[in-house]
């Protein structure tokens, strides 16, 4: 399973840029090996235990019971069409054959899985043509497979993007209704196809790996870019967006707060967002002064819950007091509370309208512990000569007039939503699945070029679901509360396309030699 840009960690246009082809030098996530390489734990140390965990084993193998055994039997479906006579396996990417061609061979051979071909995309095709997408490649190459097994009778795609499954299922209708007409281009039967829609299971590097590597492409770029022989923007740098600074409530006590929330009679919680992670001390980046006379970024700070209420049984919170009473603390409001939740579409700075505060029992007097911290994403832009650092938490807006903000938070300048010409191999971040890595604690590479690092700011990385409402970061905006306590954060010879098919009826083809070092292929029809 390929990892993707981890929309937790990186703002929605540079989740975008990096999975561009053309953003940098060297083609961005989906062109770049490292990335792969990085995948789980580093390919030193995945290689050997053949990335156990990373594969979608509902496609690599499945589980039978066997009705006249207690015993299981564990059928590898790969192994079983390579060992099937009149199947030809096939593994087709959309990855570039100069870049992975070495990699693809040593993941797949780690776990033993011996294609009668790895098919990787080429620069350009048998005819030096080229190819406007992968998925117009795999188009290619699978048309002239059919036409090269005129015998073969079906053939079965397993594909987990469902544009990509639609574009299959219409190509093979396409090519069908060409073969019944007058004028077929080849003197074939039509094919049986059939496209398998594949579950995408979402899947991510750890955080500080993806950082790193992130900051190695733009090294990479940077380096190449400056020569003067590129016309890509240079140079880039990682930048960090700051949507808030606030006291952070720990997993556990959020549960504990969320408690308190009594929702009225037949409202479903569907309805509601259910929050409780923070008291707000400013919607922005923090001003030095406040941040100063809070004790900066991780310093502890205790609360008691004194009193809970709601408003118009739209925003629930609670109103909290500092533990000693005079610690030196800041809240954006003039009372401090914790959102504890709120239905679908209402504001939680609304919580600030609340007078009536009703007092609860001494049991539900919670005393919990914060931290100071912020919701960060980090972005990619080009330097700014003479930024400062207050100024680089906003993102650059492009296309109008930057308003310069000042260290005391009064004035702060309106960030670009931007965005950049999609890739054919990016991926949104909304498919279904489950997210696999994550903050695991074994990132291989520092947070150079981060502003600000090294003071524990990550821990709000995990936080930010959607950055599209932060659109504007003056006086009037207002922050997003939406982080709930169950959020965490080819072959050796390099001859592509040009490769022979297998032959038929044994003795393998170039792509055969590559995959399985020699020995029979091809496919004994007839049979």
Known sequence: MSPLPNPKLWTGPTTGFLQTQDGLINGGWWHDPHILEATGQGIEKEEPRAWDG????????????????????????????????????????????????????????????????????????????????????????LQDLIYTYKDADEIRIYEDRMKHTKAFRDHFESVNKALLSPSAPASRKPINAEVIQVAEVITTLDPITETAEVQRMINTHNTATS?????????????????????????????????????????????????????????????????????????????????????????????????PANAPVHTESSVPVVVLAVVKGARPHDANRIQNWQPIPSDKQYIFQTEVGEKVQLRVEPEIQGEGEYESLFQNNRNSKRRRGHQDGSDSYRPGRGGYHN???????????????????????????????????????????????????????????????????????????????????????????????????GLPYGK
């Not at 707060?257 to 923090?286: D, Q, Y």
């Open 54 to 141: 990373w594969w979608n084993e509902q496609i690599v193998s499945s589980t039978t019971e066997l009705l006249d055994r207690a015993d299981r039997l564990k059928v590898d479906l790969v192994d079983l069409s390579i060992k099937q006579k009149d199947a030809l396996t096939i593994l087709l990417t959309g990855r570039g054959e100069d870049n992975f061609a070495q990699l693809i061979k040593r993941i797949v051979g780690s776990k033993k899985l011996a294609f009668d071909m790895i098919c990787l995309k080429p620069q350009a095709g048998p005819n030096n043509q080229t190819f406007t997408s992968t998925m117009n490649y795999k188009q290619a190459i």
């Open 227 to 323: 020569s003067g022989n590129h016309v890509l923007p240079s140079p880039l740098e990682i930048k960090r967006t700051v949507f808030f600074t606030g006291y952070l409530i720990s997993p556990i006590d959020t549960t504990r707060l969320l408690t308190l929330v009594k929702l009225p009679p037949g409202m479903p919680e569907s309805e509601v967002k259910f929050l409780a992670n923070n008291i707000m001390i400013t919607p922005r980046p923090c001003p030095h002064s406040i941040l100063e006379k809070v004790g900066g970024i991780g310093r502890k700070q205790t609360w008691q819950v004194t009193g809970i209420a709601n408003y118009e049984s739209r925003v629930w919170a609670a109103r909290v007091t500092p533990v």
């Open 423 to 521: 890739d054919e191999n990016r991926r949104p971040n909304g498919v279904n699945g489950g997210y696999r890595g994550g903050n695991q604690g074994r990132g291989r590479g520092g947070r150079r070029g981060l502003r600000r690092g090294g003071r524990g700011n990550y821990k709000s990385l995990d936080d930010v679901q959607n950055n599209s409402r932060y659109a504007n970061h003056g006086s009037s905006y207002q922050p997003s509360y939406d982080d709930g306590p169950g959020q965490n954060f080819s072959n050796s010879n390099n001859d592509g396309y040009n490769a022979s098919f297998p032959a038929l009826g044994g003795g393998a083809g170039t792509y055969n030699n590559a995959a399985q070092g020699g020995g029979d292929g």
